[in-house]
């Protein structure tokens, strides 16, 4: 249904987007994942043709953005970072403007508005001014204006940003209930998003690709491998060093990696990732006693999807609050 080849786009010297390319199979549900100035809405644009691409291509339903741009159009609903809406016109009257914009005969108009509006759960705001909704009312009016000609792909960029949780779980199961009739892609920089909504995800980081697949086969990539949250505090009032206990724990078999969370209040807090298969949590106790060090906690965290997207595009680790959080926004939450 997408077809992305080498797409790269450049806002002066800048590029935005970097020769990506990826497909997307008909009514697929895609996260767009991706720190925040990875190109997402820049990708998006260039499919939606509000701009065309520097070099490469974008099909949509075998049509070129910048050959038939109207035929790919017609075919997609588009709902921006901030919804297009009107604030002084009401709810109803904007959706049938929309939808006559979008070519819905006039006999048809006023019953597909109630259908959209219904679908979107803004029924019973028809004749309220845009300008008196709450954020999630008027994200349910820009998904409304987005599905009212029916289009076979939806593309929404950040669809949830900005709302509270109630409306952030109202908008996910609205988009989820809209998968089976849609072609969806969505952009978030929030994981779990990915995870509760999608069954594809493409990674993006500054521009390039860095990964596509299947939320499984994303989360299943690295298991196997064990991480585990490990305090450490100093003995006999000496004070620890970070660089010393970080070399020590990296010396033991079958050790990947050590992060150090934070070291606060003279205690250091680190997440030590095993190799694939490995067990090491007896070597890590033995290693930090011998050391003379005292073992204040120790448990395993798994290795989430957050710790492989942060691995995946090398955003900063201070970015996770705790490798156990739920919701990790990854990057400023513009
Ligand atoms: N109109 C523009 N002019 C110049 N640079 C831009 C413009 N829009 C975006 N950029 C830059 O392009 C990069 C990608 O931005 P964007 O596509 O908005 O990323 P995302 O949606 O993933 O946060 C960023 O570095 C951003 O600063
Ligand atoms: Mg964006």
Redesign the pocket.
């Known amino acids: 249904m997408i077809k992305v080849e080498g797409l790269t786009k450049r ?2 010297r ?1 590029v ?2 970097d020769n990506i390319s990826f497909e997307i199979q008909k009514g697929q549900i895609v996260g767009f994942l ?12 260039v499919l939606t043709c509000f701009m065309p691409p520097s070099a490469g291509s974008a099909r949509v339903a075998e049509f070129d953005v910048l050959e038939q741009p109207m035929e790919v159009k017609k075919r997609i609903g588009y709902l921006p ?1 901030t919804p297009p809406l009107y604030p002084e016109m009401e709810v109803a009257e904007y959706l049938a403007y929309v939808g006559k914009l979008k070519g819905i005969p006039k006999a048809s108009l006023a019953k597909r508005v109630d259908e959209v509006a219904d679908r979107c759960s803004v029924g019973d705001v028809k004749a309220k001014l845009i300008s008196k909704l709450s954020k999630g009312y008027r994200q349910r009016v820009g998904l409304a204006q987005a599905i009212i000609h029916n289009p076979d792909v939806l593309i929404l ?2 669809p949830t940003s900005g709302l509270d949780p109630q409306q952030i779980i109202e908008t996910r199961d609205l988009i989820k209930g809209l998968a089976g009739d849609h072609t969806i892609i969505l ?1 978030t ?1 929030i994981l779990p998003e990915v995870e509760q909504i999608c069954e594809q995800v493409i990674i ?1 980081a500054r ?1 390039k690709l860095v990964a596509t697949d299947s939320v499984a086969n994303l989360t299943s990539r690295l298991r196997g491998a064990e991480s585990i949250a490990v305090q450490i505090a100093p003995r006999n009032g000496l004070s620890l060093n970070e660089g010393e206990v970080r070399e020590r724990l990296e010396g033991i078999s079958g050790v990947g990696r050590v992060i150090v969370r934070d070291a606060r209040d003279g205690l250091l807090n680190l997440t030590v990732e095993s190799e694939q298969g490995k067990h090491i949590r007896p070597e890590l106790a033995r290693a930090v006693i011998e050391a003379g060090w005292n073992l204040n906690e120790l448990h395993s965290v798994g290795l989430s999807l957050e710790e492989i997207f942060l691995e995946l595009t090398g955003a900063p680790k201070q970015d996770i609050d705790a490798p156990h959080a739920t919701t990790v926004g990854v ?1 400023d939450g ?1």
């Open positions: 806002y002066a800048h935005a987007v991706g720190p925040n100035g990875a190109g997402k809405t820049t990708t998006m644009r970072e960029d950040e952009s920089h993006i521009g990057g513009q």
